[in-house]
Nanobody
């Protein structure tokens, strides 16, 4: 079992940055593939970025995912935010490698709201 708790969301102006954190409790955190998803109002949950147990970070455009296995924590650094990034951001974990599909993930946090004002 893994419990996930997100933090770091909030209100930010367009062009600003936020760093989300996901603290995990439970056994063998380092064995899990970790990912961030987001869900905007009226839209389906979508994959943002993921990271394997053996990587320190991964970058996709304005976003960087990183993990600290010693601290059981995964982060999402978001830069140059726009109103399109407004959503609830979720941390998720699965044991068997990378996946873009939300239904493949076994564990979810409660989500943290990110609102970007234009």
């Amino acid at each position: 079992q893994v419990q996930l708790v997100e933090s770091g969301g909030g209100l930010v102006q367009a062009g600003g940055s936020l760093r989300l954190s996901c603290a995990a409790s439970g056994r063998a955190f380092s064995a899990y593939y970790m990912a961030w998803f987001r869900q905007a109002p009226g839209k389906e949950r979508e994959f943002v970025l993921g990271i394997s147990w053996n990587l320190a970070d991964s970058v996709k455009g304005r976003f960087t995912i990183s993990r600290d296995n010693a601290k059981n924590t995964v982060y999402l650094q978001m830069n140059s935010l726009t109103s399109e990034d407004t959503a609830v951001y979720y941390c998720a974990a699965r044991l068997y490698g990378a996946s873009l599909k939300s239904y493949d993930y076994d564990y979810w946090g409660q989500g943290t709201q990110v609102t970007v004002s234009s």
